[in-house]
């Protein structure tokens, strides 16, 4: 192979030459490759920013809402940003409406009867903290449950569920759209959850945790995370039922 390498050494330049010397159009192919990549870049931008900006308009901004990671007390434009007239089912199968809570306090959470463990952890926090309150207290605050699930969450299942944690404990179902709508006007998130290969119906819920303090006129006081403990949420709820600020 050295020999022939030495003794074709003109020939194998020249061939070498010629292989490495691009086609006539392979700039403009590099130019083209070039373009498409910035065209693919520029168009999954595009993409990005319109799913961000429809998420905004159809959830809203939250934080600037609600001040979400202000430690949940409302800003002067959050009152009638949150919450809404709504129409849904009880536990019983009877329709109720928001108009049916007026003169009470309403701690409004949304999740789904088959939620692991953030959903059964929060109603149960709830359920501690209305235990705190004098029992005068106590009965101005209506708590509710608002399914994210309605297609497995039935007034029935609804109705075995809330037995568990309180009873005056309000759960709440409707229709997709129902559902889809009274979500909308809280700015909850929600969304259906399902592993490749498993069972159609073992699916899950991703949900927004938020629990939400509304006033006896329905509109927004401040909310609750998920991770507020019963003594804290049990301690603002006396304050404000006393008539202080929602700090």
């Given at each position: 192979?050295?020999?022939?390498?030495?003794?074709?050494?003109?020939?194998a330049d020249?061939e070498?030459?010629?292989?490495?010397?691009?086609?006539?159009?392979?700039?403009?192919?590099?130019?083209?490759?070039r373009?498409?990549g910035?065209?693919?870049?520029?168009?999954v931008?595009?993409?990005?920013l319109?799913?961000?900006?429809?998420?905004r308009?159809?959830?809203?901004d939250?934080d600037?809402?609600v001040?979400a990671?202000?430690g949940?007390?409302?800003p002067?434009?959050?009152?009638?940003?949150?919450?809404g007239?709504?129409t849904l089912?009880?536990?019983f199968?009877?329709?109720?409406s928001?108009t049916?809570f007026?003169?009470?306090?309403?701690?409004?959470y949304?999740?789904?009867?088959?939620?692991p463990d953030?959903?059964p952890?929060?109603?149960?926090?709830?359920?501690?903290a209305l235990?705190?309150?004098?029992?005068?207290?106590?009965?101005?605050?209506?708590?509710?449950?608002?399914?994210?699930?309605?297609?497995?969450?039935?007034?029935?299942q609804?109705?075995?569920?809330?037995?568990?944690f309180?009873?005056?404990?309000?759960?709440l179902?409707g229709?997709?759209?129902?559902?889809?709508?009274?979500?909308?006007k809280?700015?909850?998130?929600?969304?259906?959850?399902?592993e490749?290969?498993a069972?159609?119906?073992?699916?899950?819920?991703d949900?927004?945790?938020?629990t939400?303090?509304?006033?006896?006129?329905g509109t927004?006081?401040?909310?609750?995370s998920?991770q507020?403990?019963?003594?804290?949420?049990?301690?603002?709820?006396?304050?404000?039922?006393?008539?202080?600020?929602a700090?």
């Open positions: 192979m050295l020999e022939r390498m030495i003794m074709t050494k003109p020939q020249h070498t030459t010629q292989r490495e010397q691009p086609p006539a159009d392979a700039g403009s192919a590099r130019g083209s490759g373009f498409n910035l065209a693919v870049a520029a168009a931008v595009v993409m990005v319109v799913a961000f900006v429809a998420g308009h159809y959830f809203g939250f600037a809402v001040g990671h202000r949940g007390t409302a002067p434009n959050a009152a009638g940003a949150l919450g007239p709504f089912t009880n536990q199968g009877e329709p109720a928001d049916d007026r003169g009470s306090f309403m701690l409004v949304f999740g789904f009867t088959f939620c953030v959903c952890m929060t109603l149960t926090k709830l359920a501690s235990e705190m309150l004098e029992a005068e207290e106590a009965e101005r605050i209506v708590p509710i449950l608002i399914t994210v699930d309605p297609a497995r969450d039935t007034p029935e609804l109705r075995l569920y809330a037995e568990y309180h009873p005056r404990l309000v759960a179902t229709s997709d759209e129902q559902i889809a709508d009274v979500a909308r809280y700015r909850v998130y929600y969304a259906k959850v399902e490749e290969g069972d159609p119906d073992a699916y899950t819920m949900h927004t945790a938020i939400y303090l509304m006033g006896p006129d927004y006081i401040r909310h609750f998920h507020a403990t019963p003594e804290v949420i049990a301690d603002r709820l006396r304050t404000i039922l006393a008539g202080g600020p700090v």
